[in-house]
T-cell receptor, first 115, second 113 residues
Framework: DGGITQSPKYLFRKEGQNVTLSCEQN?????MYWYRQDPGQGLRLIYY???????QKGDIAEGYSVSREKKESFPLTVTSAQKNPTAFYLC??????????????FGPGTRLTVT | EDQVTQSPEALRLQEGESSSLNCSYT??????LFWYRQDPGKGPEFLFT?????EEKEKERLKATLTKKESFLHITAPKPEDSATYLC??????????????WGLGTSLAVNP
């Protein structure tokens, strides 16, 4: 079955520690995205990547980093510089070509709690 | 400023009681409008894409429509399993290469048996 996997489902970390969230897709999609979802707020874009070895900052990239070494994988690192890291993190992917619009498909999410 | 507003914030229906959810948007040129369903603790599930005013799409008990200023998600004879948060997102023509979506806060739907 094609889809997007995120691991782990729940993650707990102490303040000051970096943590990496995994996102893998086997949909053969070119574009991948990371969002953050907080209660009472819409989804906010952290980073996105349209092709391998290239990625761009979204609206709230501060305190986060990503890599895109393979088409299937787009891991997100939450660094100690992120002031409010506790949130629900969602990875998405979509087909991409200039001028075209395709829906984004989402993974199951990772709930990160930092204390 | 580009904006998406969903109403109502929450809706409670009896099983079989049809209703509509609203997504109004203000963007400088619409490229696409997307509807998603999200269950608690899970990622959003794609439902529909609408591109131009007058367009309609259907899936089981759901029907999405689009005008120049808003979209409606009509739910006909809902069942308890339709309970979820329904999210609307819009992509503007000036979104740039990041294809940025502007998200609404969602409508939380509860269908009682």
């Amino acid at each position: 079955d094609g889809g997007i996997t995120q691991s782990p489902k729940y993650l707990f970390r102490k303040e000051g520690q970096n943590v990496t969230l995994s996102c893998e897709q086997n949909l053969n999609h070119d574009a991948m995205y990371w969002y953050r979802q907080d209660p009472g707020q819409g989804l906010r874009l952290i980073y996105y990547s349209q092709i391998v070895n290239d990625f761009q900052k979204g609206d709230i990239a501060e305190g986060y980093s990503v890599s895109r070494e393979k088409k299937e994988s787009f891991p997100l690192t939450v660094t100690s510089a992120q002031k409010n890291p506790t949130a629900f993190y969602l990875c998405a992917s979509s087909t991409y070509y200039p001028g075209g619009e395709y829906e984004q498909y989402f993974g199951p999410g990772t709930r990160l709690t930092v204390t | 400023e580009d904006q998406v507003t969903q109403s109502p914030e929450a809706l409670r229906l009896q099983e079989g009681e049809s209703s509509s959810l609203n997504c109004s948007y203000t963007v400088s040129g619409l490229r696409g409008l997307f509807w998603y369903r999200q269950d608690p603790g899970k990622g959003p599930e794609f439902l529909f894409t609408l591109y131009s005013a007058g367009e309609e799409k259907e899936k089981e008990r759901l029907k999405a429509t689009l005008t120049k200023k808003e979209s409606f998600l009509h739910i006909t004879a809902p069942k308890p399993e339709d309970s979820a948060t329904y999210l609307c997102a819009v992509q503007a023509r000036n979104a740039g290469n990041n294809r940025k979506l502007i998200w609404g806060l969602g409508t939380s739907l509860a269908v009682n048996p």
